[in-house]
C-alpha cells in the first residue's frame, strides 16, 4: 500500500513494523462539548484506513484516547482548561460533563458505523504513566520549572519542528514575527509546552499530587503516555487533523523521542479540515454541526459516511446543505438498488464475461484505495460496477448466479467503506400496513390476548405472504 507520510512529506510504500499486525493510534475527542462532524471526518478517515488494512489481513490494534483533563481553552499555553470551562457554565463537575460527552461522542461513533478502537483510554486514568514519562524526561534535562508548570525545552530536543518541515529556530523566529506573543510568564522560548501545569491551592477536581507539586498534566504528554502504554515505544500509524501537525503532534514527538531516545512512529497520517460552506467551522458562526444535527435535515450518519467519502482525505472539503442532500439521495440509491437484486431473480449460472468484468472492478477500487485510500476514484469503480449490473438487471439479464457475484464483490468493497450493505441483502424492508400488524400482534400476545394473535398472523400470511414466528429475541418475520 502507498500512503503519504506527513513525516517525510510524500507517499511511499508503507511497511508494518510486525510481520501481521498494525499498531495505530488516533487523538481522541476533548470531551467538554458535542463532536462536530468536522471530528468525524478525522475518525471516518482514520476508521477507513484500519478498514483498509484489515482488508490487506493485518490485525490491527487501534489505541484511542479521551482528553477528559488538561486542554486548555487558548492557544499554546494559555487561558482555563476547557472541560473546567463548560463545568462551570453548566453548573456540573468536570467528571459529570466529560463522561456525558465521552458517552455522546460514543454513540455516534457507533451511528457512524466506525469501528470502535481496541483501546479507548481516558487521560484520567493514566496520570501515573504520564508522570512516569515526566520524570524520565527531567532526569534526561529536558524540563525546567516555570510559574505556572514543568516545562518541556524544546531547544533541547534536536529534532523539534521536523513534522512541519521546520526547526527549532524558524518555528521560534516566524511565531516571533507576527504580533507581540504572550506566553507564560518564566518560559523560555515560545515552542516550550508544559507537561504538568500547578493547580491553585484550592483546586479540588482534576488534581493529582506529584514530586513537581499539586497539578495536572498538559494535553501533549497524554497522546505519548497513552500510545506509549499499549502500543510500545515504537509503532506504526498515528492520525490526526493537520491542525495537529504543527503543535499537538510535534510535542509528542519530543517528549516520546526524547524520554525513550527511538523513533516514536513511522507513518502520520494527517486529514484535511472540512469546511462549511466555504468557513470555518467555528461556534461564532454558528455552524459546528453534529450528527444529530444531520439527521434533522434528513441526512442519515450513513449520508454523511459517503459524503465524507467522495473528497480524498488530504483536500479540504466543502459541506453545503447541497452536497449533502446529494449524497443522501445517492447512498439511498444505493440501498434501493441493492435491496431491488436481492429479490427473487432468473435462475442461472454466473455468466463468464460479466464475471470477469465486475471481477475486474472490484480489483480496480482496492487498488485505488491501496493508493494512499483514494475513496473518490475507489467509488468510481464501485459506481460503475452498479451502473453496469443494473443495466444488465433493467434488459432481465441478471440471474440469481450474476447477482450473488455482484452482491460478493459489493460487500468485500463495503468491508474497507463502512456503509452498511449487508443491512440491504437480506429481505426487502417491510411496509407501514404489515409492520403495524406485527406490532398490534405483539401488543396483544404480550396482553395474553392469544386468539387476537393467532388471527393477526393469519392475515399477515394471507394478505401479505409473511410468515411470523416467535423466538427468544421477539418476534421474527420472512417472506413465504
Ligand atoms: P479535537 O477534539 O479538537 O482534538 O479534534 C478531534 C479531531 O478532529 C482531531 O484529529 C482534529 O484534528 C480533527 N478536526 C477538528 N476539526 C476538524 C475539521 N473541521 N475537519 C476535519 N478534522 C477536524
Ligand atoms: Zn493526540
Known amino acids: 500500500m502507498e ?62 484516547n479521551i482528553t477528559d483533563v488538561g486542554q486548555l481553552v487558548g492557544d499554546g499555553n494559555l487561558g482555563e482548561d476547557k472541560l473546567k470551562q463548560t463545568a462551570r457554565i453548566e ?28 483501546v479507548i483510554a481516558r487521560a484520567t486514568d493514566h496520570i501515573p504513566q504520564m508522570l512516569n514519562l515526566i520524570e524520565k524526561l527531567d532526569k534526561k534535562g529536558y524540563l525546567y520549572r516555570a510559574e505556572t508548570g514543568m516545562y518541556f525545552d524544546t531547544s ?18 516566524s511565531l516571533m514575527g507576527g504580533a507581540r506573543v504572550e506566553r507564560p510568564a518564566g518560559t523560555r522560548n515560545i515552542t516550550d509546552f508544559a507537561v504538568w501545569r500547578f493547580s491553585p491551592a484550592d483546586e479540588k477536581e482534576m488534581v493529582w499530587d506529584s514530586k513537581y507539586g499539586r497539578g495536572f498534566p498538559g494535553w501533549h504528554i497524554e497522546c505519548s503516555a497513552i500510545s506509549m502504554e499499549y502500543l510500545g515505544d515504537h509503532f506504526d500509524v498515528h492520525t490526526g487533523g493537520v491542525d495537529h501537525i504543527q503543535i499537538h503532534h510535534q510535542n509528542e514527538i519530543a517528549q516520546s523521542e526524547g524520554a525513550t531516545g527511538k523513533k516514536f512512529v513511522n507513518f502520520w497520517v494527517h486529514n484535511e479540515f472540512l469546511k462549511v460552506n466555504g468557513s470555518k467551522m467555528s461556534k461564532s458562526l454558528h455552524n459546528t454541526y453534529t450528527i ?5 435535515m434528513g441526512i442519515s450518519p450513513q449520508g454523511y459516511r459517503y459524503f465524507v467519502l467522495t473528497g480524498h482525505y488530504r483536500s479540504i472539503m466543502n459541506m453545503t446543505v447541497d452536497a449533502l442532500k446529494s449524497a443522501q439521495r445517492t447512498i439511498e440509491s444505493i440501498y434501493s438498488f441493492i435491496e431491488r437484486i436481492s429479490g427473487s431473480m432468473p435462475e442461472g449460472v454466473p455468466e463468464k464475461e460479466f464475471g470477469a468484468e465486475i471481477k475486474k472492478l472490484g480489483q480496480e477500487f482496492f487498488r485505488r484505495m491501496e493508493d494512499d485510500m483514494n475513496t473518490p476514484e475507489a467509488l468510481a469503480s464501485m459506481h460503475a460496477l452498479i451502473s ?37 441483502t437480506a429481505t426487502k424492508p417491510l411496509s407501514a400496513e404489515p409492520r403495524r400488524l406485527i406490532e398490534e400482534r405483539e401488543y396483544a400476545r404480550k396482553s395474553g390476548d392469544f386468539g ?8 399477515l400470511r394471507d394478505r401479505f405472504g409473511i410468515i411470523v414466528e416467535d423466538t427468544k429475541d421477539g418476534p421474527q418475520w420472512r417472506r413465504k
Open 3 to 64: 500512503l503519504y507520510n506527513t513525516l517525510v512529506h510524500k507517499k511511499s510504500g508503507f511497511k508494518a513494523i510486525r510481520q501481521k499486525e498494525i499498531r495505530m493510534y488516533s487523538c481522541g475527542p476533548t470531551v467538554y462539548n458535542h463532536a462536530h462532524v468536522g471530528n468525524f471526518r478525522a475518525y471516518i478517515v482514520s476508521d477507513t484506513l484500519r478498514r483498509v488494512f484489515e482488508h490487506l489481513s493485518y490485525k490491527v490494534t487501534h489505541v484511542m
Open 91 to 118: 453548573h456540573k463537575s468536570a467528571k459529570e460533563v466529560a463522561r456525558e460527552y465521552e458517552r455522546l461522542f460514543i454513540k455516534d461513533i457507533k451511528k457512524l458505523n466506525i469501528e470502535m478502537p481496541s
Open 156 to 173: 533541547k530536543f534536536g529534532d523539534y519542528g521536523k513534522l512541519s518541515g521546520s526547526d527549532f529556530k524558524r518555528l521560534n523566529a
Open 292 to 296: 444529530e444535527d444531520l439527521e434533522g
Open 388 to 424: 453496469i449490473a443494473n443495466k444488465r438487471n433493467a434488459s432481465r439479464k441478471l440471474s440469481n448466479g450474476d447477482r450473488d457475484a455482484v452482491v460478493a464483490v459489493l460487500l468485500e468493497m463495503d468491508g474497507v467503506l463502512g456503509l452498511s450493505f449487508k443491512e440491504h
Open 452 to 459: 387476537s394473535a393467532d388471527e393477526i398472523r393469519r392475515e
